[in-house]
């Protein structure tokens, strides 16, 4: 019997559906699940992908993806390129590998919720395709990550991270909690797909490869280069969700869009913001995190969001001071706690790197440059140890990253302000006044503690630094520290150091 | 537990937030009710200055909620309350 054409079933098929007559649909698709809200059920009937695929298609381009990444790593196995590959560019990676392996894990279970409870079958059959693409994507950012355990155990983070209580693996776990494991499916599919994956999946997995590439490590770059092309793919699913739902309840279409929108760009702040203007060596760095920011995520933002009718988000002065902060106040967060954290932080802050800063980020010295001279000058002075940490930094109760935004006041000076807010008989400080906003509207979802939380909840023993490492998973040949501090502190050598923290012990 | 511990209760713990001048981060500092605000700011201090922020050679002072808190002022006096928040200052007089 010959084959049918694609398009003589693939109408058919794509979009399977049917009348339920021995249950109810609330029982199929119930609502805490499916998330309809006050999109009448009907409406759903017209969801339609833009972009249409059949399964033996998809296995076949996948099959030629997965054979051309593996070939290419079996390749690389055999050569010294990671041996040649700089500090901060595999700082970069472990990152890269702790951060996103198990992250795209849940993402399988958020395609399976939306393959099961998705309210058209086009819908439920993309998903199918997409949670396809997120075990790929689990499988091999795990695999290529753990082929390094046995050169650096920092590596062995890769599948680690997100099962520890390490402050960065909770603030991810909280992040895609929210965004993935306990949404709705039409929440999902606005949050994953629209928000996350079309918009800041392209930082980290397009902005990375290109400085991955110049780096020197072709294996990472064909890696994420090989996941991008998924993610474009099921992405789209995201557009004829917020169609419907803008149509019938625009308010909590802006709502999810926007919420979503911060936290993503909060969490890439730390992750891709990092790597790009710290990690990534300067002479590779082919664009500041800021100028990719504004080409890539907010220009398409904005024209995604205005297209489909939805304003800008309200907190939009405050995100776009916060390009010129976030990333740079959370890359100095990261160097001083650094043993917190699974990878070696380069401070990268000498006299060139500086230069490069200030170019890009006109106001770097005036907020930065203080507080880096001063470590610098202990570090020449032979004092590290007054650089490590015997406390915690405040974490936002909404993002759990630092609070650590400095904004500037009327006269000019910059500083750190707190957001409080008095609720169920605590106080709560954020980031920023969006994480407040968020947290406030979102007050009934937030499940997760901080790890100041849990320390002042007696939950982490004994109550100092060694306990804080221990309940966080860190042992010592894993915990960071900085790769070559004379790198970046050799040429301030020499020069008059005041008010050291030996100086000022002297003063007392 | 009263909430205001006299002067013969055991001092509690205050475990604050805090961040000193013009530091990037805000901090968990813990105090006790029996500190002054003089202690507090040393206590805050001790985490930044001549490690992050240069010292210099004035006296520290607190700020609650936009007030300045005397030195010899006790935590439990302030009414400062676990997790509240308090900025430590240099003391720079003016034309400094």
């Known amino acids: 019997m010959a084959l049918l054409k694609r398009e003589e079933w693939q109408g058919f098929v794509r979009d399977v559906d049917w009348s339920y007559s021995y249950v109810d649909d609330e029982a199929v698709y119930p609502e805490w699940h499916s998330g309809t809200g006050k999109v009448p059920r009907a409406a759903w009937q017209v969801w339609e992908e833009s972009y249409k695929v059949t399964y033996p298609e998809y296995v076949a381009t996948q099959r030629e993806k997965e054979t051309s990444a593996y070939a290419v790593k079996a390749a690389l196995q055999r050569s010294a390129t990671w041996e040649g590959l700089d500090e901060g560019w595999k700082s970069a990676t472990k990152m890269h590998f702790g951060g996103v392996s198990l992250s795209e894990y849940a993402a399988v279970l958020a395609e399976l919720k939306m393959a099961r409870f998705g309210l058209n079958g086009a819908w439920r059959n993309m998903a199918v395709f997409g949670e396809l693409d997120e075990l790929r994507h689990a499988s091999i950012t795990t695999f290529f990550g753990h082929e390094f355990i046995s050169r650096d155990p920092q590596y062995d983070w890769t599948l680690k991270t997100y099962q520890t209580n390490d402050w960065v693996a909770i603030s991810l776990r909280n992040l895609f909690d929210g965004m993935m494991s306990s949404a709705n499916v039409v929440d999902i599919a606005l949050q994953l797909p629209l928000v996350f994956e079309t918009g800041f999946t392209n930082l980290q997995f397009v902005a990375l490869a290109a400085d991955a590439l110049a780096s020197g490590d072709v294996n990472f770059a064909n890696m994420i280069s090989s996941i991008q092309t998924d993610e474009a793919r099921h992405s789209q699913q995201g557009g004829p969700t917020l169609e419907i739902l803008v149509e019938h309840d625009p308010v909590r279409a802006q709502w999810v869009v926007d919420k979503t929108f911060w936290a993503s760009a909060r969490a890439l702040a730390a992750l891709t913001g990092t790597s790009m203007d710290y990690y990534t060596p300067l002479e590779h760095r082919k664009q500041s995190y800021r100028e990719f920011m504004e080409e890539w995520i907010i220009d398409q933002f904005i024209r995604t969001i205005e297209q489909y009718g939805l304003r800008k988000p309200w907190y939009w002065d405050e995100f776009m001071q916060g390009l010129d902060i976030w990333h740079h106040a959370l890359h100095m967060g990261l160097w001083v706690w650094r043993p917190t954290i699974w990878w070696r932080p380069m401070a990268a802050v000498s006299p060139d790197e500086r230069a490069w800063l200030a170019e890009k980020y006109p106001n770097w010295e005036k907020v930065f440059g203080d507080k880096w001279d001063v470590i610098i000058d202990n570090v020449n002075a032979g004092n590290v140890p007054a650089t490590l940490p015997e406390t915690l930094p405040w974490l936002c109760s909404t993002c759990h990253l630092p609070c650590c935004n400095a904004t500037q006041s009327r006269n000019g000076t910059w500083r750190v302000r707190d957001f409080p807010l008095s609720y169920d008989g605590r106080t709560y400080h954020f980031c920023t006044k969006a994480c407040r906003q968020i947290f406030w509207k979102d007050r009934a979802n937030v499940n997760h503690l901080t790890v100041v939380d849990r320390f002042l909840a007696g939950q982490i023993q004994p109550m100092d630094v060694g306990g804080i490492l221990a309940y966080m998973g860190l042992t010592p040949d894993v915990m960071g520290d900085d790769p070559d501090y004379q790198a970046w502190t050799k040429d301030y050598a020499g020069r008059p150091a005041e008010g050291l923290v030996a100086t000022a012990a002297a003063q007392s | ?96």
């Open chain 2, 1 to 96: 537990m009263s909430e205001e511990p006299g002067a013969d209760a055991a001092p509690q713990l205050v475990p604050l937030n805090a961040i000193f001048a013009t530091d990037f981060v805000q901090i968990l500092v813990p105090v006790t009710t029996a500190n002054t605000m003089q202690e507090v700011a040393a206590a805050v201090a001790y985490h930044v200055e001549g490690r992050r922020v240069r010292a210099l050679p004035y006296q520290k002072v607190v700020i609650y909620q936009g007030e300045r808190l005397p030195a010899e002022m006790t935590v439990a006096a302030a009414g400062l309350k676990p997790l509240d928040h308090i900025a430590v200052e240099y003391d720079i007089p003016e034309g400094s």
